[in-house]
């Protein structure tokens, strides 16, 4: 219809009638996206292939169809004909229509055509309020039916404000409606009363979704208020129109016009998103009605085919096949019939595989204690540690086949296990084999993970497998447990196939994100088992045994049995370490190990500390010197340590404080040395023991514990 407004229509209605919709700036529009996506596909030489590109690339694909002078005909065709074919037509199809050309488009957007409009509303289905006073009926279709934005154009736009009747993209509906609390409203001519609370009320504000079923509210001007959403070129034009009111007589006609023209719109709106609402549920209902009438005709066909319901899978292609909202018709079930017995096949042999799988995991469950007495009782001891857990040994092939022999119903018995021991134990030995060269490709890794060019482990025989695993210097630890300490080869097997029988040698890793002990997920190797060389392992022992004078082909053994007779200790003295008979090589070296990573990131991460003099940050773990922290004590001889003694009114001072404070306890010297972007390193933290904090403070710091030496964070 035309643009033009109509003289009949009151200036305050009119105002807002002839309104345009702000448009979004070009650079925030979806247009101007799409623009610096085709000039980046430009720039970077992946520009889209043009339509006669890929003609030639695949000049097999279908040509379009020429759609050109489709509807000339009926621009020949008799009027009153043509005007009968109109009156059936829904409004969008004639929108569609006035589009196609200048002609019907000057045959159908005049006020002459109304009737059209009128008869074209009457053929959407019933409730639909009708189009409101002063607005056009193409722009109300447009509203209701289009996805053109009112503002930019854009073909996407999803926004609909039914009270004003405008349809528009997201960055436009953005720029268009605001909350009134955000648009700063003033004005020199009228008081910041009126703004806050009659102004509101002559502007036509959005209908948000309610419940609209229950909800018996009108959406009256009166109920608006400055946290409603307006249309910001309409609160310009009121505000505008309003000032210009110079008698209280003009103004109070204005307001009851503005008033109950806002009640109409915003009643409008409610109408319509009820009606919408209504149209879904009744659109759900008839949709959810034809699936379940799809649904059973389809299984009434299939059970007479011989199927039943046992039959039937529960996956994706299935409901996309039973599950749709169409009529089932002969075409379609000769369609869906092959590709419907093709997935009850392939649900048969799932349903088949599974009790197989679930079967075989109560053989394998039964193989478990007989298994455990076969490792005591018929393996050597050479052999007996390195032995594979539970789950590996299910995984070996004389165990695979006697559980799923004659389809995994027979059970496992000591008897049918004594009928391939032969061939278990020599398939456990070849398990053996491997872990410990597993173990090997471990510390060769390790040692040279520094390397650019590290090259895989040269062969060796299994004697000298066993020699090197043997050392001091092959260490081992688990990620997936919290082992405290380092472990030689054959105490790792142990742990493993005690603590982590379900679990499989050597898998990749994180086989559980949830228990996963790495730094963080982009630094988790990929290809590690969980059991793996302790990391700096080999080289810190190799330097503990140059310090001690010990050979490097010293077995770990030994070194262990010295350790826990107490001849072999740290001289730091920490109270975090085990008692001898506890320890062992490989919790010293841990220890040690652990201690210098500690005091490599407190220099990397610290200030320069030669500013200030009275600060110390002492290395009391070195391996080389001419005082190495580890000592071989001869027969009788007792270490000394520093002393780390704590006077009763200190210790009770500090411990009060321990026990007031909530928060986590960082060493005061060690959190002024770090720099700022550090001090939340765990590295600072220290356990809530007054004899740890006076053994740190008097072996890091050379300094006597004081209520003064602790600080408190926040973890």
Not at 307 to 318: E, G, K, L, S, V
Not at 578 to 596: F, M, N, Y
Request: charged share 25%; net charge neutral.
């Amino acid at each position: 219809m035309s643009s033009d407004i109509p003289s009949d229509i009151p200036e305050s209605i009119a105002l807002s009638v002839g309104l345009k919709p702000l448009q979004v700036p070009f650079f925030f529009s979806r247009a101007g996206k799409a623009a610096r996506k085709a000039r980046a596909l430009r720039i970077g030489n992946k520009q889209a292939p043009t339509s006669q590109e890929q003609q030639e690339k695949n000049p097999k694909s279908k040509t379009v169809r020429v759609r050109l002078g489709r509807l000339a005909d009926l621009m020949d065709m008799p009027m009153d004909i043509f005007l009968e074919i109109i009156v059936h037509l829904q409004p969008l199809d004639l929108l569609h229509l006035a589009r196609a050309s200048k002609h019907f488009r000057a045959m159908l957007m005049t006020s002459r055509s109304r009737y059209l409009w009128v008869a074209a509303f009457q053929n959407v289905a019933p409730g639909l309020p009708p189009c409101p006073p002063y607005i056009s009926e193409p722009r109300y279709a447009a509203a209701l039916f289009d996805q053109y934005c009112f503002a930019c154009g854009v073909e996407r736009s999803t926004n609909t404000e039914y009270s004003t009747t405008l349809r528009l993209c997201a960055p436009c509906h953005k720029t268009n409606f605001k909350c009134g609390e955000h648009l700063n409203i003033s004005s020199k001519k009228l008081s910041p009363q009126f703004i806050e609370t009659t102004l509101p009320s002559l502007l036509v504000s959005a209908v948000r979704y309610v419940d609209m079923e229950n909800y018996q509210d009108e959406f009256n001007a009166k109920s608006n208020w400055m946290y409603s959403i307006f249309y910001v070129p309409e609160v310009e034009a009121v505000l505008a129109l309003c000032e210009s009111k110079q008698t209280t007589e003009q103004r109070m006609a204005f307001i009851r016009e503005r008033r109950e023209y806002v009640t109409k719109m915003q009643s409008h709106g409610l109408a319509v998103l009820r009606w919408l609402s209504k149209e879904y549920r009744s659109k759900r209902d008839s949709q959810k009605s034809a699936r379940e009438e799809r649904k059973a005709t389809i299984l009434r066909k299939l059970e007479a085919l011989g199927y039943n319901h046992t039959d039937y899978p529960d996956n994706d292609a299935w409901n996309k096949i039973v599950n749709q909202p169409r009529e089932l018709t002969d075409r379609i079930w000769k369609v869906s019939r092959p590709k419907l017995e093709a997935l009850i096949k392939q649900q048969r042999e799932d349903d088949r595989r599974a009790e197989f799988e679930a079967r075989l995991r109560e053989r394998y469950a039964e193989f478990r204690p007989i298994y455990e007495e076969f490792i005591h009782v018929a393996l050597p001891d050479h052999i007996r540690d390195f032995a594979p857990n539970w789950a590996d040994a299910c995984r070996l092939p004389c165990i695979v086949e006697l559980a799923s022999s004659d389809g995994a119903f027979p059970r496992i018995n000591g008897a049918r296990v004594a009928t391939i021991t032969t061939r278990l134990t020599a398939e456990v030995h070849e398990a053996v084999c491997q872990i410990k060269r597993d173990l090997v490709e471990m510390l060769h890794r390790e040692y040279h993970q520094t390397h650019r060019d590290a090259l895989p482990p040269p062969p060796l025989e299994m004697a000298q497998v066993d020699a090197e695993l043997a050392k001091a210097t092959s260490l081992f630890i688990c990620h997936r447990c919290p082992l405290q300490t380092a472990v030689s080869a054959s105490q790792i097997c142990l742990h493993w196939r005690t603590e982590h029988p379900e679990l499989k040698w050597n898998d990749a890793w994180p086989i559980d994100e949830m228990f996963d002990r790495r730094r963080k997920r982009s630094e988790w190797p990929k290809l590690l088992p969980w059991v793996c060389a302790m990391p700096s392992g080999p080289s810190c022992a190799k330097h503990a045994l140059v310090a001690l004078g010990i050979p490097d082909d010293t077995p770990y053994i030994a070194l262990d049995d010295v350790a826990q007779q107490g001849r072999l200790v740290c001289l730091c003295g920490s109270p975090e370490l085990p008692a001898p008979s506890e320890s062992g090589w490989g919790t010293l070296i841990k220890h040690v190990a652990d201690e210098q990573a500690w005091h490599h990131r407190m220099q990397l991460f610290s200030k320069d500390i030669t500013l200030w003099p009275s600060i110390k940050l002492i290395d009391n773990h070195p391996l080389s010197g001419p005082a190495p922290c580890l000592k071989l004590l001869a027969e009788g001889e007792r270490a000394e340590v520093p002393d780390s003694s704590i006077p009763a009114d200190t210790a009770s001072l500090v411990t009060a404080r321990l026990e007031h404070e909530q928060r986590q306890p960082v060493c005061s010297s060690c959190h002024f040395m770090l720099k700022d972007g550090s001090k939340r390193t765990r590295d600072i933290h220290l356990p809530r023991d007054i004899t740890h904090i006076a053994h740190h403070m008097r072996t890091r710091h050379d300094e006597t514990l004081s209520s003064d030496c602790i600080l408190f964070v926040y973890a």
